[in-house]
């Protein structure tokens, strides 16, 4: 096995691996997979040409070790979650099992990916809740209920994380798990001991070798997780899949194609053939200096079941995001806020002849206690994705104002995403506003008043 001077060195600190992890597979759902790369995988490792045609092309990147949803006995309506999600490939395949009365969550710590996987759903129709991709570190603590999911799956994702997240992850699974549900993990384990040349190689590490632990090291994770019944099934996939006709350089984590070079400023020790080369589509994968690499590791299959338990209908949660709003974007406007007299003056000089103003109310489920008169009910939880539907409606109004119970949660957040989007179409007519204070300031205001106050 060759190395050059840059793998020797010993690898980053556990925050560094993991943003160098981040970088890379960032950078790869930026600039998209080597199609064909991504296919020769999948094929290896299971996933049928009837499987790859459900789900969008670009939703299939090449990262896989395996087939968790092939094997995970998803049911209809079952709430399952993936663990590193990518471009959406098992959270798309496991939506078409659970039905729409299941739910299906991605999460990926990568903001680039996330948003490949939402266009990617976008593109099918899918929208929280029935599928929904969050940001979120595999490291911390997860944005999920306690004992809120049927089944977790997990594709080539354990192995990236340094030793201390990996614990911190699969006690993470344990606890959302409901009792008896079950997790379908595809990793790699490592068949022997790793030289150091091997084990500090950060390119094998984020193309998922070199962060591969024992099979015995895995069992005691399992079990310090939690999980007493576990069952390893090892791959015969050949790993060697992620090698064919790569030429990657020492720490970097992209192949390099023909053609390609690193910018004239490169500081990754990548050297540059020339002045004039185009960029080719980058593919996360290991190194091809470190010979047959399934003489290091192999693909295995971990399937394990959380203890039973009673499970009764006040025990499950309604959602297993803790927060439903992590299923969208994090918008990024801040509106100015009008008091309640201001808008109180805009309702009683109500001009019908122009478009002046609306006033929207975003409460779900309580419009009819109490609302401002004359304002438009549309719920939080579904506004985002009826952005487009409420811009043709409102997009010549002057000023679109936004309320929920006390304006600090639910009104804030849709009135920043329809300045987001009133930004992203140049639309300088209309401009979103908050009501400050909410419904219950309205209320011990004009409670009383009925030109300003309206009941269901």
């Not at 390609?260 to 593919?283: D, F, H, I, L, M």
Request: glycine share 8%; charged share 20%; aromatic share 8%.
């Amino acid at each position: 096995m060759s190395s050059s001077s840059c793998c020797q060195k010993a690898l980053p600190s556990d925050e560094g691996i993991i943003d160098a992890v981040n970088e890379a597979y960032s950078r790869q759902a930026r600039e998209g997979t080597d199609t064909t790369y991504a296919q020769r995988v999948a094929n290896a490792f299971g996933y049928t040409t009837e499987q790859l045609q459900s789900i969008p092309a670009e939703s299939h990147m090449g990262l896989s070790c395996g087939n968790p949803v092939a094997q995970g006995s998803i049911k209809e309506g079952e709430t399952v979650l993936d663990l590193g999600s990518g471009g959406g490939i098992d959270v798309f395949l496991a939506a078409a099992k659970v039905g729409f009365t299941g739910r299906v969550i991605g999460l990926d710590m990568s903001d680039d990916m996330v948003s490949l996987a939402r266009r990617n759903a976008a593109n099918k129709g899918l929208k929280p809740p029935h599928v929904a991709f969050v940001k979120a570190s595999l490291t911390e603590n997860l944005p999920i209920q306690d004992g809120s999911v049927d089944c977790v799956l997990s594709n080539c994702v354990i192995n990236l994380l340094p030793p201390t997240g990996k614990l911190k992850l699969m006690k993470e699974v344990y606890r959302v798990l409901k009792p008896g549900g079950r997790v379908i993990i595809d990793d790699i384990i490592a068949q022997k001991l790793f030289p150091e040349s091997l084990r500090s190689n950060l390119a094998a590490y984020i193309g998922c070798i070199s962060g591969a632990i024992a099979l015995k090291e895995y069992q005691e994770l399992m079990e310090n997780a939690g999980f007493k019944e576990v069952l390893f099934t090892e791959n015969a996939s050949d790993l060697n899949v992620y090698t064919q006709d790569s030429s990657i350089q020492c720490c970097a984590p992209a192949i390099q194609k023909p053609g390609y070079c690193e910018p004239k400023n490169s500081t990754r020790g990548v050297t540059q053939t020339s002045s004039s080369c185009t960029t080719a589509k980058s593919t996360v994968a290991a190194p091809s200096d470190i010979g047959d690499l399934n003489e290091w590791a192999r693909s295995y299959q971990i399937y394990a079941r959380k203890s039973d338990g009673p499970i009764t209908a006040e025990s499950v949660p309604d959602s297993a995001l803790k927060n439903w709003w992590d299923a969208y974007p994090t918008p990024l406007s801040s509106p100015d806020a009008l008091e309640c007299d201001q808008v109180a003056d805009l309702v009683r000089n109500l001009d019908a002849g122009a478009q002046s103003f609306t006033v929207v109310d975003v409460r779900r489920n309580d419009h009819g206690g109490g609302h401002v008169r004359g304002s438009v009910q549309k719920p939080a939880q579904t506004f985002y994705d009826d952005l487009p539907k409420f811009y043709e409606e409102h997009k010549g109004t002057k000023q679109v104002i936004f309320y929920c119970g006390s304006s600090n949660g639910r009104g804030p957040r849709c009135a920043k995403w329809y300045q987001d989007y009133l930004n992203q179409q140049g639309n300088s007519q209309s401009r979103a506003f908050i009501m400050a204070g909410g419904i219950r300031q309205w209320l011990s205001m004009f409670k009383e008043q009925e030109d300003l106050v309206d009941f269901d």
